[in-house]
């Protein structure tokens, strides 16, 4: 099956750092990524929706100038947390869907655990 | 309004068959997905179903009927490393998927 990349698995930072998480496509080209947060024991949060090329979408109460994405190319999109602050800990996913396939699946990354200190 | 309702925890024992639930309400329905997570990692593909009836893979079958709103996941000879949560994502018509807080599947020897 396709294989979506994160990086990196896991970060510590300080209060007030910029975090950037990187979100590839390995075997396929992409035509929309999702973002999503995960707090434990909470169901998958959908934060935005990108297209290449294009502005992402991004879902109510997401603030698009904390979370910042590019999604350059059709195999990467990048997720920066910009001033980020103990609330954003949380476990950031990305996933990718080629748009091909029969099944309009979304292949899902190995996840970014984000720790604020 | 989009909603999913899921059992919050199941519990089986190894070696058994258990069937977990979801009934949900989407703006429109482009097909339902199951998920399963195991703590700390991303979600992985389990299922697919579009159409009404059963769609076997091996010792995983989901269920769809789509007037009803409802499907269904059966694991068989369930083992250990099944225990994990189970998301059932059905996808709107805007094929944005909606997730549910999922059920998780606690297996015992």
Same mark, same amino acid.
């Given at each position: 099956?396709?294989?979506?990349?994160?990086?990196?698995?896991?970060?510590?930072?300080?209060?007030?750092?910029?975090?950037?998480?990187?979100?590839?496509?390995?075997?396929?080209?992409?035509?929309?990524?999702?973002?999503?947060?995960?707090?434990?024991?909470?169901?998958?949060?959908?934060?935005?929706?990108?297209?290449?090329?294009?502005?992402?979408?991004?879902?109510?109460?997401?603030?698009?100038?904390?979370?910042?994405?590019?999604?350059?190319?059709?195999?990467?999109?990048?997720?920066?947390?910009?001033?980020?602050?103990?609330?954003?800990?949380?476990?950031?996913?990305?996933?990718?869907?080629?748009?091909?396939?029969?099944?309009?699946?979304?292949?899902?990354?190995?996840?970014?655990?984000?720790?604020?200190? | 309004?989009?909603?999913?309702?899921?059992?919050?925890?199941?519990?089986?024992?190894?070696?058994?068959?258990?069937?977990?639930?979801?009934?949900?309400?989407?703006?429109?329905?482009?097909?339902?997905?199951? #998920?399963?997570?195991?703590?700390?990692?991303?979600?992985?593909?389990?299922? #697919?179903?579009?159409?009404?009836?059963?769609?076997?893979?091996?010792?995983?079958?989901?269920?769809?009927?789509?007037?009803?709103?409802?499907? #269904?996941?059966?694991?068989?000879?369930?083992?250990?490393?099944?225990?994990?949560? #189970?998301?059932?994502?059905?996808?709107?018509?805007?094929?944005?998927?909606?997730?549910?807080?999922?059920?998780?599947?606690?297996?015992?020897?």
């Amino acid at each position: 099956g396709a294989v979506v990349s994160q990086h990196p698995s896991w970060v510590i930072c300080k209060s007030g750092t910029s975090v950037k998480i990187e979100c590839r496509s390995l075997d396929f080209q992409a035509t929309t990524m999702f973002w999503y947060r995960q707090f434990p024991k909470q169901s998958l949060m959908l934060m935005a929706t990108s297209n290449e090329g294009s502005k992402a979408t991004y879902e109510q109460g997401v603030e698009k100038d904390k979370f910042l994405i590019n999604h350059a190319s059709l195999t990467l999109s990048t997720l920066t947390v910009t001033s980020a602050h103990p609330e954003d800990s949380s476990f950031y996913i990305c996933s990718a869907r080629d748009g091909v396939g029969e099944v309009d699946e979304q292949f899902f990354g190995p996840g970014t655990r984000l720790t604020v200190l | 309004g989009q909603n999913i309702d899921q059992p919050t925890e199941m519990t089986a024992t190894e070696g058994a068959i258990v069937q977990i639930n979801c009934t949900y309400q989407t703006s429109g329905f482009n097909g339902l997905f199951w #998920y399963q997570q195991h703590a700390g990692e991303a979600p992985t593909f389990l299922s #697919y179903n579009v159409l009404d009836g059963l769609e076997e893979k091996g010792r995983f079958s989901s269920f769809l009927s789509r007037s009803k709103g409802y499907s #269904y996941l059966l694991l068989k000879e369930l083992q250990m490393k099944d225990s994990a949560s #189970y998301l059932c994502a059905p996808m709107d018509s805007n094929y944005q998927l909606i997730w549910g807080a999922g059920t998780k599947l606690i297996i015992k020897p």
